[in-house]
Each structure stands twice: as structure tokens, then as C-alpha cells.
């Protein structure tokens, strides 16, 4: 059973920075999947804000280019996201998403139908 939980969300002014971290179990990272982090703000639909493919390609949005980093920790089997250089258009709940096939494109812009499983998210504000 695979089962995502993020943690580490919260409250900064702008320009802080915070890291997202996605706890992964009953999922294995190979053959191409493709593991990301996607944000909701109130009223909007939901966004892709980077992802990570099994063999380290990465693909952010361009809002996020250079602020924000996905990583993966493959001791722990933990998904983060480094978020620097913060800004109230970033408030939003953050989800950790999961991809079972390897055959679509890891990007930001594809299908959140095409992710699996996804965790419950985390709240984060940037207040000004």
C-alpha cells in the first residue's frame, strides 16, 4: 500500500525560505517513474510546481524556476522540496504526488489524473 505524507509547511514573509518534505512507503522510485510536488491556492485548480524522474531529470514551473529544488533522499525515501526566496504568490497547500507508469513524461505540466497517489498536503503562507 503506498502511502505519502508531507510535512513541513508553514508561515514566512517574503523572501524566507521553508523545505517540504514527502515521507514514501510502499513505493518504489525506478523504471522511469516520475514523483512530484503540486500546489493548490483557494479558488485556483491545482498546479504542478516540480518533478523528479526516477533517474534524476527535473522540471519545474517557470514561477519557481531557481527558487525551488526537488530532491530525494534514497536512504530515507523521502521526496523534499527546497523553497527559497518566498513570495505571497507561493501561499498554497502542497502535495506530494506519485506516478505508477514510466511511460508519460515526467513535467510539470502532466495530468494530475496521471498520478497515482498523493498525500494530504501541507499548508504554506507567505505573508508580505
Known amino acids: 500500500q503506498v502511502q505519502l505524507s508531507e510535512s513541513g509547511g508553514g508561515s514566512v514573509h517574503t523572501g524566507g525560505s521553508l523545505r517540504l518534505s514527502c515521507a514514501v512507503s510502499?513505493?518504489?522510485?525506478?523504471?522511469?517513474?516520475?514523483m512530484g510536488w503540486f500546489r493548490q491556492a483557494p479558488g485556483k485548480e491545482r498546479e504542478g510546481v516540480a518533478v523528479?524522474?526516477?533517474?534524476?531529470?527535473?522540471n519545474y514551473a517557470d514561477s519557481v524556476k531557481d527558487r525551488f529544488t526537488i530532491s530525494k533522499d534514497i536512504a530515507t525515501n523521502t521526496l523534499y522540496l527546497e523553497m527559497n526566496s518566498l513570495k505571497p504568490e507561493d501561499t498554497a497547500m502542497y502535495y506530494c504526488?506519485?506516478?505508477?507508469?514510466?511511460?508519460?513524461?515526467?513535467?510539470?505540466?502532466?495530468?494530475?489524473?496521471?498520478?497515482?497517489?498523493w498525500g494530504q498536503g501541507t499548508q504554506v503562507t507567505v505573508s508580505s
Open positions: 504526488a506519485a506516478a505508477m507508469s514510466g511511460w508519460s513524461p515526467c513535467l510539470v505540466t502532466r495530468g494530475i489524473a496521471d498520478f497515482d497517489y
Open positions: 510502499g513505493y518504489t522510485f525506478t523504471n522511469r517513474r516520475c
Open positions: 523528479l524522474r526516477s533517474d534524476g531529470l527535473t
